[in-house]
Structure formats: C-alpha cells, structure tokens
C-alpha cells in the first residue's frame, strides 16, 4: 500500500460488482478505485468512467501484474475464479471473489491451496447475502438447543427465469462459464452451513432439463444446456441424523419462493429470505412468533469494509472464508457426482 491507501483492481465490473462491490469501497476511508478490467476494453473504459476508476486494464492479467495494485474484486463468473485468484495471490494481491467460489471443487482446492500458500495475504469470498442479519439469532437457537433434536433442514428456492421455452440463454445455464453449480444450490447450502455445524453423510440428487438448447439474447445460434432447471436433493446430516430436503426451480411461474425451515423435536424455525422474516413455533402449534433481532445483529452489507479491516488490522476472515467455500463446493461435487450416476448415493469425503 502506499501511505495508508489501499488500491484496489477489479476483474469484471458487471452487474453486482457495480451495485454493491464498488460502492462498499468508496464508503471507506483511504482506497483506490485503481484499475478495472472488463469483458472488452470499451465496457472497462465505460465502467471506469462513471464508477470513478482511475485507470483500465486491456485485460484481467495486466490487473493482478499491476504493481499499483494492493487488492483485487474479482467479480466474474465461477469459469475465472480460480485461475484470477491464484494468479493474484502469486501477485501479491489480496483478493475478494464473487461466489459461486469455483466451477468445481479441484478448482475450489486449488485456490485453497494457494491461499495457505501466502499467508500473509487475506483470501475472501463474498458470501451469500440472504440471512446476513438472521445469521446469529438462528446459530443462538440451534446452539441452546431451543429447537431440541434437529429433525430435519428444509430449503426452497424457485423463480420462473426459464420457465418460457423462448427465455434467452444465461450464463448460469452454460456449463462452460457455470462449471457445476447448479441455480443457487451453492449459496443456499452456504447459508445452511453458517447456522448447521454438519455435513451431509450422503445425498442423492435429481434434477431435469426441460428445454435442451437455448440462444443467448441478440444470437441465433443455439447453445445445449447441461446444467438443471430444476433439481431436488435428499441427503442426511452427519452428526445430528437431521433429514437434508432441498428444492431449487427456474420454472415455477408466480411469486418467487425463498424459504429456509429448521425443524426440532420442540419447535421449528421458518426463514421466509424473501420477506425478511424469521419466524418460531412451538411443537405442535400452527402459530408463529416473529423473533426480533437485536441492533448489534443488523450489520447489513459489510463486505468490502471487512475485507479492508482483514487487509488492514489482520482480523480472520469470518464470511466467507476459502475454507468454507471448499465445503459448500465440496457439497456442489456431490451433487454432481449424483446426477451424473443417474441420482447415485454419494458419500461425504472421509477426510471431514
């Protein structure tokens, strides 16, 4: 850094890395926006003009090289992470990934590798924002055990983005820039993880492709898609037995659903993600109690400024670190292991 300026680049500068990435930083005292590279030169120079980068990249390269550089956002999709990663970290770099973490999990492991490899450099994943505030009181009922027995972890997450037939292609459906995340698989079983300290012992997975080849907008050329419209996974937790029953649709047309449950032995926890409600009943009753949560629980989106006080003060990183980007993708391996035999039982790795 020079004097206490820290200057970040940006890898891809799309949708999401302008509405929240960007912002985030300019709140904070003391960074850069320093250099941008995008899909081509002349969205890099149109993104640098009205976000207030200093300076444009010809490509994502010249980025993580720049020695007037200290961090990088990398905000493409999960077909670069891995390669943009570890080249930053060989760099220098600190970095700040988008999730879907990787397009696999030897991807995932491989950036995991060369983050442990410099240690001195702190390696982030922006984590999924749906329960950022939620994430505390929910952890605080499981481990008082106010839920008793965890019976079972329910997860529903649907939309209808390709329930017309002639919906153009995205790239979420284009295994090439996708790899094997499938919807928001990954970052729904990352939300899971925060509040559930477990792994699945086994699953099995089913999912369907119900239109086979789609174009993207503006072309006529059509692309096959090999990644679920729709898929439905059943597994079952490690330690505690608790039932995994998760649901993820592109095809549900209406209202959009986004619903976590946590069902006890006393009680049963509803996080209705698209409300912004959490909710608790008693065993056996059908009445609801909204929980209200605490001040100090209602942080928002603090992503950036925890990467920069990671970078600055040396704090751990908490959400979401590379090592729980490699469970939930050791998690998107399963499924797709799964599939791919026909709904084959897969195991949990025994190196847990």
Known sequence: MTANKLRIGF????????KMHIPGFCKLPDVELSLVANRSLESARTVAKSEGIKRVAKNWQDVVADAQVDAVCIGTWPY???EATIAALENGKHVLCEARMASNLAEAQRMQAAAAAHPGLVAQLVPAPFSLDFDAAIRDFLRRGKLGN????????TGCQAACPDAPMSWRQDVRYSGQNVLSMGIMHEIVQRWVEDE????????????PQRCYAGQSTPNPVAIPDSISILGQFAASGARLIYHFSSVESGQPRMEFRLNGSQGALRFDAASARLLFAAAGSAEERKITL???DCRGWQVEADFVRSIREGAPVERTSFEQGVRYMTFTGMVAESLAGGSLRVEWPVSR
């Open 11 to 18: 890898i891809g500068a799309g949708a999401n890395t302008r």
């Open 80 to 82: 670069l992470h891995a």
């Open 150 to 157: 965890l019976l079972e972890v329910r997860v529903v997450h």
């Open 200 to 211: 699945p012992a086994w699953l099995l997975a089913d999912g369907a492709i119900f239109q």
């Open 294 to 296: 605490s001040r100090a």
